[in-house]
């Protein structure tokens, strides 16, 4: 299966992949249903997550039900337990960047949220936008999500200083990006030009840098004010385990 799910990410546009994941994912659901991981997006649980990774195949890490990754579920617990995310008295203006099917219909059913998908490419956003030049005011947004999306964008000190223009003074977002901690100094190489390599040293054939711990000086630089949230570490060891979560995994939270 591993190999299988290896071809299928490395082969299919990821336009035509989200599309044809809402056709596999009821029948992956039913045939995998068990009691060993829970996804906590749904509530669902499960005998076995299914493997992922463009390269290397992790086990055990993609929810059949919701299709979420360990940074999904982390950041549906963080939003949940430690932020007015959810039940917010005033109503929250969101922009939510390439939305992730896991998060997509959940948000747009809060009452509490403005909420605006977009994304350059992706068939199910609002608006096909370009990050580093985006159509939307100075200072729109309370809550701004953009999470794996800054190691696609060759210029993603533009795209950060558009993130900055277009949240409001005191807004908040989060901008998760795949890291590697024990790496001081991001890495990026634009003569790596062959997919497969890329793939090897970036993590994917569409990546094009490797962050390492400077992503977040990055962002101060730019502006914002920024808080590394370990928050794994408020979790137990039974709870990492049940949502199949990566321990010590980095939530960037940014504020203006």
Known sequence: MKRIFKIILNSIPRPLLIRLSYII??????????????????????????????????????????????RHRLLWLYLKNETKFFNSKETLKVLHFAPEQC???RFKKLKNLDYTTTDLLSPIADVKADICNLPFTDNTYDVILCNHVLEHIPDDTKAMQELYRVMKVGGMGIFQIPQDLNRA??????????????????????????????YFDKLRSVG?????????????????????LAKGEIIPVVYK
């Open 103 to 105: 998060f997509l219909k």
């Open 25 to 70: 994912r009821p029948v992956l659901a039913f045939i995998l249903k068990g009691n060993t991981f829970t996804d906590p997006i749904d509530g669902k649980s499960f005998k076995s997550f299914l493997p992922y990774g463009y390269g290397k195949q992790r086990n055990n890490v993609l929810s059949p039900s919701t299709l979420s990754l360990e």
């Open 224 to 244: 914002f004010k920024v808080e590394e949230v370990d928050y794994t570490s408020k979790l137990s060891e039974v709870d990492i385990t049940k949502y199949c």
């Open 185 to 214: 100094i991001t890495f990026e190489d634009n003569t790596i030009t062959d997919k497969k390599e890329r793939a090897k040293i970036f993590g994917q054939y569409d990546h094009v840098r490797v962050y390492g711990r400077d």
